[in-house]
C-alpha cells in the first residue's frame, strides 16, 4: 500500500520562499513518476512539476524558474523549493506519484493529474500581497 504525506505548507509574504515535502511509503524506484499539484479554490487540479526516472524534471510554465523539484530516494521524500511565491501560487498542493515513467509522452509539460496512481492529502500553501 503506497501512501504520501505531505507537509511544509503554511503562510508567507509575497517573495517569500516554501519547501514542501513528501514522504513515501510502500512505493518502488524502479521506474517512477511523482508529481506536484496544486488547487486553488473553485479552480481545477493544476499540474507544477513533475521528475521522473528517464526524463527528470518538467515544469509548468507558471513555476518554471521559481520553483525546483527534488527527489531523495535515500530518505523516500520528494521536494518541491518553492521561491518569489507570488499569490497566484496559493492553494492547496498534493503530492502524487505512479509505478512507472510518464514524462516523455507529456513534454514540454508535466503529465496531468489522471495519470497518477496515488495521492497525499494535501498541505496549504497561501501567499499574501
Known amino acids: 500500500q503506497v501512501q504520501l504525506v505531505e507537509s511544509g505548507g503554511g503562510s508567507v509574504q509575497a517573495g517569500g520562499s516554501l519547501r514542501l515535502s513528501c514522504v513515501a511509503s510502500?512505493?518502488?524506484?524502479?521506474?517512477?513518476?511523482m508529481g506536484w499539484f496544486r488547487q486553488a479554490p473553485g479552480n481545477g487540479r493544476e499540474a507544477v512539476a513533475a521528475?521522473?526516472?528517464?526524463?527528470?524534471?518538467r515544469y509548468a510554465d507558471s513555476v518554471a524558474g521559481r520553483f525546483t523539484i527534488s527527489l531523495d530516494t535515500a530518505k523516500n521524500t520528494l521536494y518541491l523549493q518553492m521561491n518569489n511565491l507570488t499569490p497566484d501560487d496559493t492553494g492547496m498542493y498534493y503530492c502524487?506519484?505512479?509505478?512507472?515513467?510518464?514524462?516523455?509522452?507529456?513534454?514540454?509539460?508535466?503529465?496531468?493529474?489522471?495519470?497518477?496512481?496515488?495521492w497525499g492529502q494535501g498541505t496549504q500553501v497561501t501567499v499574501s500581497s
Open positions: 510502500g512505493y518502488s524506484y524502479s521506474k517512477y513518476c
Open positions: 521528475i521522473d526516472s528517464d526524463v527528470g524534471a
Open positions: 502524487a506519484a505512479v509505478e512507472r515513467e510518464l514524462i516523455m509522452s507529456w513534454i514540454p509539460g508535466p503529465p496531468p493529474d489522471y495519470e497518477y496512481d496515488y
